[in-house]
């Protein structure tokens, strides 16, 4: 298939990667097209995000490609499909600015003719398709050193005020012992500790922010604020703390995770983990919440 399109007169193949060394992004582009010589381009821009060197980089292959007489079908390659599918992405993102002027060219392109087409290959570099693995050679050369004064882009001001924000909690969290002594430290699926994340809604709220009852369920659970008799001994001494099924004294958080009778809807070992922790609480909706009265529930 790439030798058909490549042997074609009127298809125009760019290959394009980008990378971040010593703050300064490097964005490769290779434009094959029939009968020419090769087209090498090569932009280096200070403090901006990867994403955004991605994007350029794929702006200035569609531009070199769509001003070539005859070229009918642009090709792209790229190593980070992710990052080309947020130029037809309509929801709002913080690269829309790249995403308008990619768009524009791509308008003029097709209003040449309306048979013109784009398309877009995703090639990870472990393949060593030889294309590719020509730009990544030439990208792993470069060794930019950055240029004062330079412009900072909104979105890598955006990125590095999150890290240092995310820096500050690890430290303030872990250090200072601000999550409390009663914190229950959960894994993740790979059994590490887990940390926290503006990507994708981080890996806490992606198990449980979509229900607000279970978030508050999960938080009471974790911080052992909840109506159970461990609680109970440290708040309310004079008030009842024994376990209700009878063979503990004391109904602590670590004792209806492991040993209690009166939930067992689902069995796990592996209750320090976030995903599994989470699917029992789901499980035993009892466990760590409060009692409702049912003869509140009926006055209206």
Known sequence: MVIESSSSPSTAITVTNASIKNNVATSILHTHIPNRPLSRTIHHSAFVTSTEAELFVIRCGINQASLVDNISKIIIVTDSIHVARK?????????????????????????????????????????????????????????????????????????????????????TFQVLDGKGQHFLNLLDDKLNDIEPSYVKGDPWLQLFGHSNGLCAHTSRAITNHAPIGEYRLRFFPREEFKCLCGLYPIESRRHILHDCKRFNGYWNPRRDSLSHFVMFLKANPLAFAFIVNPLLTNIN
Do not use: G, R
């Open 87 to 171: 130029i037809f992405d309509p929801s709002s993102h913080l690269c829309q600015i790249h995403v308008v002027a990619i768009l524009e060219e791509l308008h003029l392109f097709f209003s040449k003719n309306s048979s013109n087409s784009i398309e877009f290959w995703e090639c990870p570099s472990h393949l060593n398709w030889h294309l590719h693995k020509a730009v990544s050679c030439e990208l792993k050369a470069s060794n930019p050193t950055p240029i004062l004064p330079c412009k900072t882009s909104w979105n890598y001001s955006k990125k590095t005020k999150c890290n240092d924000i995310l820096q500050n909690w690890k430290m």
